[in-house]
């Protein structure tokens, strides 16, 4: 055996241990914690329909445990098959709320359908943790498309709109609550 050749495979061993102990997972709280990132707007007005904005949100975020998403099958069990319960008492289906502000003669206020129905933007994102499911850290870019019709039920082309988010894990922990700029609909 090539004593040089021992030394050398040695000193390699010891240099990926060292490395390795350099990379540990970053510790994040397991209650979801997002940052705004950006709002933007695209523009669809199909020959003779009423025009729709699709807002584009994105969010920077960061979970613990990485338990963010809900599944088709998650759904279907409790306690996010509940019809009530949640953030806006819609039940545990929804894991992204989405509040509007609308511009006002210069003052936002908070917009609630004509039915007095909060939670109406509420949504779901899929799961974006791996398929084994083992808990780990989780950190990125969380992307969510919002269609609006702006043919004056309820939103006209010039409102102007910002949006309060938040969004919830499968431990039922809700994140902060993050602020959107504004945006004018149908521009």
Known sequence: ??????????AVCLVGLSLSSCLNAPEYPETPSIDFNSLTMVR???????????????????????????SDEDIKVAPWNATSGGPNNRGYSYNYFIQPYKKVNGIF????????????????FLRLDDTDGRPAPLKGTL??????????????PGDVLKFE?????????????ITTSEITLGR
């Open 1 to 10: 055996m090539n004593p040089l050749r021992t030394l050398a495979a040695a």
């Open 109 to 124: 206020v908070k917009f609630i359908n004509a039915g007095g129905v909060a939670g109406e933007y509420d949504g779901r």
């Open 44 to 70: 669809n007005k199909p020959a003779g329909q009423t025009e729709i904005d699709t807002l584009k949100f994105a969010l920077d975020f960061r979970d613990g445990d990485g338990d963010l998403g809900l």
């Open 143 to 156: 992307n969510y498309k919002l269609p609006i019709n702006i043919d004056g039920a309820p939103f006209f």
């Open 165 to 177: 988010i938040s969004i919830m894990d499968r431990a039922l922990h809700q994140s902060n609550v």
